[in-house]
């Protein structure tokens, strides 16, 4: 039997050609995959469910399409995993929670799942979350403690953290996470990955997210050309979300300039949020490389800021209300069964008013009128995903930080959820321990295109190569 395990190496892109070309078939890329999973999973606990036989069942299915010469899709037998907070149907979704049942139907997709399979995509598993989706590490008293694919010790961030660790380990090319302040974004950081936060409603959301309009869908990949083609996917049509977007125009088009992509833009470079930050000397001097790298692509750069005061206050408040709304149906024993920092904000969500909400909100609209007059200016912003790389597992904030809560050590990601902004993180170097570093690209909203273009550019320099992690 042929040797198939390079295919846990190749990108979508490159697994639809060879499929296209008869080089090897979607049945040997999932069994190639699910070997990478059994291999990699008692090491950094990415999946909480893996359904080998489905998966393999589908593969099949695919193989026979592609031997027709009938791909059925974009996507067609490319495998991909789904973070367990998205709906999908044959399986429960527990979203991390001890106090969720497994009972049901479970007969039902959510919107970006619902796109995938339609495209053909093969649904290797489901990953890891903590609670609801809650902080920006993943632990859960339900699924235990998930790990970084560079150092097994240290978190994998979060709330995505099952997608990005999986997909760095090469346990299947795409999946698909939600970032509701950084979700996306950390854990494809600390792991090494691509991945971005589009436009709000861009990607449609059901069931909504007890976190409201702060919460997105997003693609975690390998390399931006992944990303635009999941999110073509996934940006489809569902009338089930009435906030929905059209779908993203032109990304896939914008990815056509290569390392011309930011020729002639202006990007605004913020070290360190006018200060606000501070950011660990290997993180800003990696990032300040990248932005070098952008200079020297054609994109004008200049150091200027925001001036935009930190929205914690206003973030914690709609942040924390939308914890107290998940544990409004439970009773004392569910509650008993939550993590106990969760329990934390949600009885700091009970305490709030309407009143107290309403002024978050004006808050929130006020932060976003300041981005749009920057972006007036500026057509892209640029700054550290993160302040720091990756710390010890199953801690919500580092030791000896002085932070109580995960947003301490995130002052670069949830504020582009207040404004519902398009954000991406982009590898661009590695710390002395080997750990991941990410640049963060932030557009005007709907300009999703326009970041993913700046965000190849730098894949096709070269600037967003960093070493493979050991165990991949």
């Not at 942040?319 to 149906?329: C, E, I, N, T």
């Not at 709907?446 to 730098?458: F, G, I, K, N, Y």
């Amino acid at each position: 039997m042929a040797d198939h395990t390079f295919l846990t190496d190749l990108t979508a892109r490159q697994l639809l050609s060879g499929y296209e070309k008869g080089d090897f078939s979607p049945l040997d890329a999932t069994r190639a995959v699910l070997d990478r999973i059994e291999t990699v999973q008692p090491l950094v606990n990415a999946f909480v469910r893996v359904d080998a036989e489905e998966a393999l069942a589908q593969a099949e299915a695919s193989t026979a399409r592609w031997h027709r010469k009938e791909p059925r899709g974009l996507l067609d037998g490319v495998p991909v995993s789904v973070k367990d907070i998205f709906l999908q149907r044959g399986g429960p979704t527990l979203r991390g929670s001890r106090a969720v049942s497994a009972e049901g139907a479970w007969d039902e997709d959510a919107p970006a799942v619902a796109r995938m399979r339609e495209h053909g995509a093969v649904f290797v598993g489901k990953t890891t979350t903590p609670e609801f989706g809650w902080k920006g590490v993943t632990d859960s008293p339900l699924n235990g403690v998930t790990r970084n694919p560079y150092d097994f010790s240290r978190t994998s961030g979060g709330s995505s953290g099952g997608s990005a660790a999986a997909v760095a380990l090469g346990a299947a090319p795409l999946s698909i996470g939600t970032d509701g302040g950084g979700s996306v974004r950390i854990p494809a950081s600390f792991c090494g990955i691509f991945g971005i936060k589009p436009t709000y409603g861009r990607v449609p959301l059901y069931p909504s997210s007890p976190f409201g309009t702060l919460a997105h869908a997003g693609p975690m990949t390998r390399d931006v050309a992944d990303a635009a083609l999941l999110l073509d996917v996934i940006s489809g049509a569902d009338w089930r979300d009435w906030s929905e977007l059209a779908p993203a125009p032109g990304v896939t088009e914008a990815l056509a300039g290569g390392e011309d992509g930011v020729r002639g833009l202006r990007i605004a470079y913020s070290p360190s949020f006018g200060g606000q930050v501070a950011v660990r000397p290997e993180v800003a001097s990696a990032v300040r490389s990248a932005v070098i790298r952008l200079s020297e692509l054609g994109a004008y750069i200049e150091e200027a800021d925001p001036d935009v005061p930190d929205p914690v206050e206003a973030f914690h408040t709609l942040w924390f209300s939308g914890a107290a709304r998940v544990a409004q149906p439970f009773g004392p024993e569910q509650r008993e069964l939550l993590d106990p920092g969760l329990r934390e904000i949600i009885e700091a969500g009970e305490r709030s008013s309407a009143l107290d909400y309403l002024a978050a909100v004006d808050a929130r609209m006020a932060l976003g009128r300041r981005l749009g007059h920057f972006h007036a200016t500026y057509d892209l912003l640029v700054m550290p995903t993160l302040p720091i790389t990756a710390f010890e597992a199953g801690m919500e904030v580092p030791k000896g930080s002085g932070h109580h809560r995960w947003t301490g050590w995130t002052p670069f990601t949830y504020p582009f959820n207040l404004t519902q902004q398009p954000a991406a993180t982009v590898p661009c170097g590695v710390d002395g321990n080997g750990l991941p570093i990410g640049l963060q690209i932030v557009g005007a909203r709907h300009q999703d295109a326009l970041v993913m273009s700046a965000a190849h550019a730098l894949y096709e320099s070269g600037a967003a190569r960093i070493p493979a992690p050991a165990g991949s």
